[in-house]
């Protein structure tokens, strides 16, 4: 067994100049022969770590019939496994004095333990066998069937769910990111367990697969661990890859009369995807547009104007076409003046650019919110996990590098290159007879 | 008439169990500052706690804490509400508040370097909030739609329906938002007088959490916040809280899905009970191996989302369940969570599943613990609310003394009597 080791120097620059203390301290990275990727950051000032397996396979993946079955799946992942039967898992877990969860997104399945130091090697066993061997129990998943519907049901009683959904779906007309993360109801009472199992067999492939160990932990005895148990891993083809690039077209726009108290919206247009520099000038843009009380929408459009009872914006990156989006809270008889409002402070920016005042005040939000989301090992595994699912593991340790070598045109450019009025996408939900 | 106290600050420094340097000490005006000393990145969280909060809030006044406190962040006599927000933004701070039933909170977090600005900036929002007309207006108005907005969400719906049936007239009976009605009455001499006297130097203390030096820290504090004047010291007040009647109310809901809320009255935080029962709550909701999760999810497959919540209060408190599930499921559901706390009244919790319990709760209460925003809350908020911050480090010890005949007895005293049941029912087409 041969393994490629990528140690990452800690680059100088990237140090918050604190006591003790150096955020951009190297991770691990090791690259399996069966494809799979482990990220390993160890730090003895964290009293516990967070093991987690990102997998590579999401709503993104699935076809028309399979609507939601990413989000089935990773529900049943815990239904038990060869070694760990029934509810073994997470009672082990928790008996550890432990945290387990899993999520699912369009374009990946993240499963996570939060476990205290001398939780890890059981958690890395753990999820190794859950992500080799499930069992999926024909009667979990009669049983599991009936929950998951009840949050799809859940789901569907929050507004800001409803225009999520919407927008997606009219923001990509072409691309596999309009598929919807919760799917439907009807296909999930209806799926067979080998749909199920095949679907699974497909994606849930080592080639596919992240491991990310952060906090508290031995570096060396994990990393054996984790070849002898995740490296050993069967290869498999590689199914075919979905698409995720979304070229720009016309906009939408999408009301929902509903039983609603205020006014609610979700408005936004395409953007660049993961593998383009653009994705931080994105960063910069929506933040000085609407990321704060001093940004542009909360100072016009809440302060001065009082059109909103709140509004925020920011940027969603995908590893495929990602969106800018403005979300906003109000009284329903504001509507069309808040999207004439927003669409004339893009418009401003395009015009007459930032200031530099601007800038520096959005490059130190993003620094302070990236320090303070390094205290807990979790959301350092998410940050390298995700760059990683990005196709970019090494942003996760120049992410502030790339972001201080921003410019105050570069806000501008960005907006001049994607944005456009006529293809906006917004979603709105109204309280009916208003 | 400004007085100066020369006190002798005596500093109490402990081990804290989740690795800080913890210690106190006091500011020439008495305010009390608890410190908890981190290494590791330069990020700092400091705030601001006072015990006067809604806890004292009549019909009339209710939302009184908030609105302030909103305006507090807001702007103050010496920086207006667009200056405030560039200072906090140019150096890249969170001013935020936190208010609650029994405390509240002006907080600001920061990289270490940003202390002196930070602490500055701080100082000035406890010390000169503006008030002014034009923002007291629209804050009124912000609230009043967060309030009604609160109504699309099924959650909040059912929560605030058991509340005000729960507690009718005490001052836990609204949100903290308070209600359409009260904020409307409320004026600008009202709010600087509430501002007095929950924030001078008598009622007010300081908890810091950070990577930063304490001498830097002792000295900051003594030159912004060491002008605060003394006044008008918090007294709680005194009020009963119904209970003794089975209830259910039924709700018509404008969701797809069904609610139930169970609630029971609960000790407040300084009763002998208060571990046995978040303990109990541990066993009976939670997480995924407890027992309502286990049987109304796993084995039933009723719902998705189904806990226990018990809030720590400084006067009486609830245990409530709630669960969210398909309308033609609450019967059946209603059955099985009276069978569960039969169970629980008639049976001893077995050795391991106690020990597991409380494994479990050990291990979140630390994760919890991970971050300077949350530890100076938990310390501040403690001490606020009379427990002491050293309280928070010795929880867990407490916790360990619960015993399985600690269970049954407060099962038998909590479930065996009164409760408010509320169902929100998908309204009929």
Redesign the interface.
């Known amino acids: 067994m041969k393994k490629i080791k990528i140690k990452i120097l800690c680059m100088i620059m990237l140090c918050l100049i604190v006591t003790g203390g150096c955020i951009s301290k190297g991770a691990k990275i090791v690259k399996y022969d069966n494809g799979l990727i482990s990220i390993l950051r160890s730090d003895k000032n964290n009293l516990a770590a967070s093991v987690a397996v990102y997998v590579r396979a999401g709503a993104v993946d699935e076809k028309p019939n399979q609507a939601g079955l990413s989000h089935f799946l990773e529900h049943l992942m815990f239904k038990g496994s060869k070694n760990y039967q029934g509810d073994a898992l997470s009672r082990k877990v928790e008996n550890m004095g432990g945290y387990i969860n899993a999520a699912t997104s369009n374009e990946f399945t993240m499963y996570y333990i939060d476990i205290q130091k001398d939780g890890v090697e059981e958690s890395i066993k753990m999820l190794a066998d859950t992500m080799q061997n499930p069992l999926f129990p024909q009667d979990e998943i009669n049983r599991e069937r009936k929950v998951v519907i009840e949050e799809i049901q859940r789901y569907f009683d929050r507004p800001f769910a409803v225009l999520h959904e919407s927008f997606s779906k009219n923001a990509y007309e072409k691309s596999a990111l309009g598929n919807s993360v919760i799917g439907s109801e009807e296909i999930i009472a209806a799926v067979t367990r080998d749909e199920i199992f095949n679907y699974y067999s497909a994606h849930y492939i080592p080639q596919k697969m992240t491991v990310v160990v952060c906090g508290n932990f031995d570096e060396d005895k994990i990393n054996a661990l984790i070849g002898e148990t995740f490296g050993k891993f069967e290869k498999k083809p590689l199914p075919n890859e979905p698409m995720l690039l979304e070229e720009a077209h016309k906009g939408k726009e999408f009301v929902k009369k509903s039983k609603v108290e205020v006014g609610y919206m979700i408005t936004g247009f395409l953007g660049a995807d993961a593998s383009s520099d653009d994705i931080f000038t994105a960063d910069i843009a929506m933040h000085v547009l609407g990321g704060g009380k001093s940004s542009r929408l909360y100072r016009v459009l809440k302060e001065e104007k009082q059109l909103v009872y709140s509004i925020s914006s920011s940027f969603q990156m995908m590893r495929g076409t990602g969106y800018a989006y403005i979300s906003a809270v109000f009284d329903a008889a504001n509507y069309e003046e808040i999207k004439k409002e927003i669409d004339s402070q893009i418009q401003n920016i395009i015009d007459n650019g930032i200031t530099r005042e601007e800038l520096d005040r959005a490059k130190l939000s993003v620094k302070t919110g990236w320090s303070f989301s390094f205290e807990k090992p979790f959301n350092i595994g998410y940050v390298y996990g995700s760059w990683n699912l990005m196709g970019r593991p090494e942003i996760a340790e120049k992410f502030l590098f790339k972001m201080s070598a921003l410019k105050t045109s570069d806000a501008q450019e960005f907006l001049k290159r994607y944005y456009n009025k006529d293809r906006v996408i917004t979603a709105a939900m109204l309280p009916e007879g208003k | 008439m400004k007085k100066i106290i020369f006190a002798i600050s005596l500093f109490l420094i402990s081990q804290a169990a ?2 800080g340097q913890m210690e106190d000490f006091t500011l020439k005006n008495n305010i009390k500052v608890i410190f908890d000393k981190t ?5 700092v969280s400091m705030k601001v706690f006072t015990p006067a909060a809604v806890v004292l809030e009549t019909k009339e006044n209710a939302g009184i804490s908030l609105l302030a406190a909103n305006l507090m962040v807001k702007s103050t006599k010496n920086r207006s ?2 200056i405030l ?2 200072d ?7 001013l935020s508040n936190l208010v609650d039933y029994d405390a509240q909170c002006i907080s600001i ?5 940003y202390f002196d600005a930070s602490a500055e900036i701080l100082a000035d929002v406890i010390k000169n909030p503006a008030f002014d007309e034009n923002e007291i207006y ?1 804050e009124k108005r ?1 609230i009043a ?2 309030l ?2 609160r ?4 959650f909040s719906t059912a929560l605030d329906n058991f509340t005000i049936n729960f507690y009718k007239d005490a001052p836990y009976a609204l949100t903290v938002l308070g209600s359409e009605e009260s904020l409307n009455k409320i004026t600008r001499s009202q709010l600087e007088a509430w501002h007095k006297y929950s924030f001078n130097s008598s009622n007010i203390l300081i908890s810091v959490s950070g ?1 930063i ?1 304490k001498r830097t820290l002792k000295n900051t504090l003594e030159k912004y916040f060491g002008d605060i004047e003394s006044g008008e010291k918090f007294k709680d007040v005194d009020f009963n809280v119904g209970g003794g009647e089975i209830k259910t109310i039924e709700i018509k809901g ?4 069904a609610y139930i809320m169970k609630g029971f009255l609960a000790p407040d935080l300084k009763d002998k009970d208060y571990i046995s029962l978040k303990v109990t709550g541990a066993v009976l909701g939670g ?3 407890s027992r309502l999760f ?1 049987e109304l ?9 189904v806990s226990a919540i018990y809030p720590s209060r400084t006067h009486k408190s609830y245990f409530v369940i709630y669960i ?3 309308k033609k499921n609450i019967d059946i559901t209603l059955k099985r969570i009276d069978e569960i706390l039969e169970d629980l009244r008639n049976n001893e919790v077995d050795a391991q599943e106690l020990k ?1 319990t409380k ?2 709760i ?3 209460y ?2 919890d613990r ?4 949350r530890k100076s809350y938990y310390y501040g908020w403690r001490e606020s609310v009379g427990q002491g911050y050293e309280y928070d480090d010795k929880y867990l010890e407490e916790m360990d003394k619960v015993s399985g005949k600690d269970i049954l007895k407060i099962a038998n005293k909590i479930f065996s009597k009164d409760s408010l049941t509320i169902i929100v029912r998908p309204d009929e087409k």
């Open positions: 989740f690795g290494n590791g990145i330069g990020v509400s667009d927000a560039r906090v933004d140019n150096i890249g701070a969170d977090s920061f990289l270490s370097e629209t912000d739609a967060v009604n907005a109504k699309d969400s099924i990577n030096d404008k969701f797809n899905q997480r995924m191996t286990t999810r796993e084995k039933l497959g009723l719902a998705y989302e969210g599930l398909d597991d494994t479990y050990k291990g979140l630390i994760m991970q971050t300077v925003d």
